[in-house]
């Protein structure tokens, strides 16, 4: 696929007017546009400069998604960033404006670096339990939805691709299989848990950090769930980490705990310690295929594996 299929988003002097018209702008000026990423029949991700008289330029983002924008995202970021945090170093970027039409809404471009960037086993602790803190003040928030996650979801999501990772290793087959009822029986022991609306895709990526101050982003799948979902797949993200990187699931431990510990000083009564492993169980046996879909994940197919075998035994 071409990038025809983000137009009008990626011609400037047709999405130019718009967007100065969605912005209230009539004095401004578009006088460039970048696409930083782009995955081909799904979303793209657009800088646009904006030049208005006596300010500096600014970056505009715009977040496309191919078959229709993402309204739920976008209202979810605006009550986000209406409302605030119970943190004051945490925000969200500004939701700017919505273009249906263009399947597109705007944001103000934020400073800072990915926290995937920033982790590593000399990481400062502290950071880490400052990103705890952060996943329960998202809890704390209490921004309604109608959309719900719960257990089933998961382990249909995850008995699919364990599927999927299946046909990809025959040599593996029989072992990966073999997690379907241990995996089953450990979400029945996630039934009943407390909800409230949680990220849904919690990792590393997903925390920009400017100095002390942190943003979330891509809140397009918030729903109504567990908490222990997001303190759990946060984790298992920095283990995958660790492995990929390190050679080692347990080369940052010390972040790790420190999330951990932070997120349940900040919130105890929503994550139990239990809830919050079997959940991190579960997000490490779904990265067994997503180690299949990238060729710098291929080495940890096995490892992972392994990993799920043995806390799945232990649980």
Known sequence: MTHDELHPANHLATI????????????GHISALRILRHKPGRRALIAYT???PQAPPQTILGKLRVKSVDKHGYTIQRALWQQGFTLPNLSVPEPLAILPAERLWLQRQVPGRPATELLSPHSPPTLWADIGRAIAALHHSHIPTTRRWNIEDELTLLHDRLHKAAAIHPELAARIHALIAPTTALAETLHHRPVCGI?????????????????????DLYSEG?????VGNYLAH???HALRHHGDLAACATQERALHDAYLSANPTAAAPAAIAAWTTLSLAR?????TQFPDRHHTTAPLLAACESRLQAQ
Do not use: F, K, M
């Open 287 to 291: 990265h067994i295929y997503l180690s």
């Open 16 to 27: 130019a007017p718009r967007i100065l018209a969605a912005l209230n702008t009539p004095a």
């Open 238 to 240: 920095i283990q995958e």
């Open 226 to 230: 567990d908490p222990a979902l997001d």
């Open 199 to 219: 990220h849904r895709d919690c990792y590393p990526d997903q925390n920009l950090v400017d100095g002390a101050h942190l943003y979330w982003l891509d809140l």
């Open 50 to 52: 904006l030049e208005t």
